[in-house]
């Protein structure tokens, strides 16, 4: 099984990027604008942030607290609705896509993983991330089975898959979260924060998995406040006041 079509490879587990798509825009977002409207006034949380995003690039989003980092977060995975601006996903405006379409766009595309994992408890780890498959209807049961096993494996999790997720660690967790992520070969991967939970030794394994994904030919989009970020991350972009600024 493929486990990374994007790669347009035949044994995407021992592959790495086919350098002839490294030019191709997976994501691009233009001129984004956020404002808040509260009883105290108006936040303008983006002022105007234009981001490319490339095949096979980890790109960490820095910046304080404050900055626009997760309402920019937000608005990529549609979470959120602009202001004005636009985004477009492989050429594809998301932005005029209605809540239903951008559900499914979502669904089919974007992986994404949060700070707090948030695994379905009940669940075993292999139906944790044969969930997010069994929403898509691409595989039969089997093949669903086959692909969340694999990726679990990927992960290094594997020998786990059987056991629910309060029976294994943190880091653990998240490589389930970041399986379960990778479920519908989404080109693009948004994480905010997916190490905040997480010590700096377990966080640095989990920047390892997102570097290999990237190597892979995904794109990996993060916001971290980690300062290590540099020894992983292909890109680091700042934020600050709403606007982006590349490192
Ligand atoms: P960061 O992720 O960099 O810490 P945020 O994107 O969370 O920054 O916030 C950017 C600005 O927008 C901040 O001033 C924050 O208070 C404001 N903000 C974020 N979400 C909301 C919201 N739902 N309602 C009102 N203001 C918000």
Same mark, same amino acid.
């Given at each position: ?127 944790? %991330?044969? &969930? !997010?498959?069994? /929403? ?5 049961? $089997?093949?669903?089975? #086959?692909?969340?096993?694999? +990726? ?23 490589? %389930?979260? &970041? !399986?379960?992520? /990778? ?5 693009? $991967?948004?994480?905010? #924060?997916?190490?905040?939970? +997480? ?23 993060? %916001? ?24």
């Amino acid at each position: 099984m493929d486990l990374f079509e994007v790669t347009q490879s035949e044994n995407s587990l021992t592959s790495t990027i086919d350098t002839d798509q490294t030019d191709y825009l997976v994501l691009e977002v233009r001129n984004l604008y956020k404002d808040y409207h509260t009883p105290a006034g108006v936040t303008h949380a983006l002022r105007g942030v234009n981001l490319k995003l490339y095949p096979a690039e980890f790109v960490a989003i820095v910046g304080k607290s404050g900055a626009g980092k997760s309402t920019l977060i937000n608005l990529i995975t549609g979470i959120d609705t602009i202001t004005s601006g636009e985004i477009f996903f492989r050429g594809e405006a998301v932005h005029s896509l209605s809540e239903e379409q951008k559900t499914k766009w979502r669904g089919r595309n974007l992986g994404v993983v949060f700070q707090f994992f948030q695994l379905l408890p009940t669940l075993n780890l292999l139906d944790n %991330v044969k &969930i !997010a498959m069994d /929403l898509q209807h691409f595989l039969t049961p $089997i093949e669903r089975r #086959e692909r969340a096993l694999e +990726l679990l494996d990927l992960v290094g999790i594997k020998e786990h898959a059987f056991k629910i997720p309060a029976k294994i660690s943190g880091g653990q967790q998240q490589r %389930v979260a &970041i !399986a379960r992520a /990778l479920a519908n070969d989404p080109a693009l $991967i948004v994480a905010d #924060e997916p190490t905040g939970n +997480l010590d700096s030794h377990t966080a640095a394994e989990i920047f390892d998995v997102f570097a290999t994904l990237a190597k892979r030919g995904k794109t990996v989009l993060i %916001v971290t406040h980690d300062r290590g970020i540099e020894k992983w991350a292909t890109r680091k972009v700042e934020m600050i006041d709403g606007m982006v600024y590349e490192k």
